[in-house]
């Protein structure tokens, strides 16, 4: 036998060749599942960045009074926490119908504290029926859904007349609407119910169940809100004990005692922006039980839009109305009257100027007076002891705030 040694890589080569094909095949398939796995994953990015939306909003201002009553819980010093905010909103569509929402909120008054305004699951029908449940907003109000969002409202603030009555503004439960299509309007109906607490006090509110019914065609806008609510718990005050000649020191006071009193809520409001003219009004009662003051209040806005400001004037009224409830014929009853009874008018002008698209900054004085013999609400306004008169007669508050969303 005879071996051709010119032959052998030849061979070698005919031996190798199904080794080198299979190391190719193999190399394509490799590439082909890299390929693939690298489509699913763009896909599924996709998928989550469109199931996935997130917004913002930021406030930041600055307050000062001529006076230290308290309006909006400005005094004669520079404050830029009272009206600052950073708030962040993520919607997750779980499904064409299903969305999980959350909000979450840090107040400089609050001392940047992050808390869950909104924490809520929804589900829309097939028959248009919504379904909220978890944490919500309160719908009281007309801004009650963008309460916080400074951008979508006109003037630098909601008068406090009006939005100052509930101490809360989210309640943790559940909410129903519908929304009844004509042909060139929307009629809303809307149920809700839960429970609430009240911030820094140790009042709890059960119970709480009322309806709303808005209409709108885009240009007017009408809206009735009825809600009613138990209310349980001590409402207390800082007073101030002297010890001794010039030496003083604080103590918290119960000023009432809300034993599952009924507290019932009715409102009205309406608009109408044509693109141009603005006019926006809202009147409320609030009615407790008990010594706590039952409340009428309410606002009228009107503005002019000329290209990218905004001028407004606002008029506003709180009184409350059963002061007779609370006649000084005892100790507690003074105290009462002194801390619940109030009245007062105010009244609002402002500018608002669209800086760029998603930036607002507002410019806003506010004169308040009339309080009678009350302190006008005012946690400030104290009595003065020599007199036996509340130490202000009215207050200025100025205020200059940049409202943005992103």
């Known amino acids: 036998m005879h071996f051709n040694v010119k032959a052998l890589p030849l061979a070698i080569s005919i031996a190798l060749a199904p080794a080198a094909f299979a190391d190719e095949a193999t190399d394509a ?7 693939q796995v690298q489509v699913l994953q763009a896909q599924q990015t996709k998928s989550l960045t469109e199931k996935f939306n997130f917004n913002g909003f930021i406030s930041g201002g600055y307050i000062t009074s001529d006076n230290d009553a308290g309006y909006n819980n400005a005094t004669t010093s520079a404050d830029f926490s009272q009206d600052t ?46 379904l909220r449940g978890g944490k919500l907003r309160v719908p009281l109000f007309m801004y009650s859904d963008y309460l916080d969002v400074g951008y979508a409202q006109p003037f ?53 169940m009322g309806a709303n ?62 693109g141009s003219f603005l006019a926006v009004t809202e009147w409320t009662r609030s009615e407790i039980d008990n010594a706590y003051p039952d409340t009428d209040s309410g606002y009228l806005t009107l503005g002019y839009r000329i290209a990218e400001f905004t001028p407004y004037v606002t008029v506003a009224y709180l009184k409350t109305q059963d002061n007779d409830e609370r006649l000084p014929v005892s100790q507690p009853d003074v105290i009462r009257m002194i801390a619940f009874n109030a009245e007062r008018m105010a009244y609002s002008a402002g500018l608002r100027w669209d800086v760029i698209d998603n930036v607002a900054i507002k410019f806003d004085v506010t004169y308040a007076d009339e309080f009678g013999d009350t302190s006008g609400g005012l946690d400030g306004n104290t009595l003065d002891d020599t007199t036996g008169k509340f130490v202000y007669d009215d207050t200025v ?8 969303v992103f």
Do not use: C
């Open 213 to 274: 019914v808005s209409w709108t065609d885009e240009v007017w806008t009408l809206r009735g809100v009825y809600a009613q609510a138990k209310l349980d718990g001590p409402i207390t005050t800082t007073v101030n004990v002297p010890l001794a000649p010039g030496v003083e020191t604080s103590a918290e006071f119960t000023v009432l005692d809300l034993n599952d009193e009924t507290g019932s809520f009715i409102g009205l409001g309406a608009s109408y922006d044509n």
């Open 85 to 130: 905010k950073l708030g962040f909103q993520g919607t997750f569509n779980m499904s064409n119908q299903t969305q999980a929402v959350l909000q979450l909120m840090m107040k400089g008054e609050h001392d940047w504290e992050v808390e869950a305004e909104w924490a809520y699951l929804s589900h829309r029908f097939d028959n248009g029926v919504k």
């Open 397 to 404: 508050i100025y205020t200059v705030k940049f409202d943005a």
């Open 29 to 35: 398939k490799i590439a082909q599942l890299e390929q």
């Open 156 to 208: 630098a603030r909601p008068p406090s007349e009006v939005y100052g009555t509930i101490p809360f503004s989210s309640y943790t439960g559940a909410g129903i609407s519908y929304d009844v299509e004509f042909d060139d309007s929307t009629l809303t109906l809307q149920g809700f119910g839960g429970e609430s607490d009240v911030r820094d006090s140790a009042v709890e509110i059960s119970n709480l």
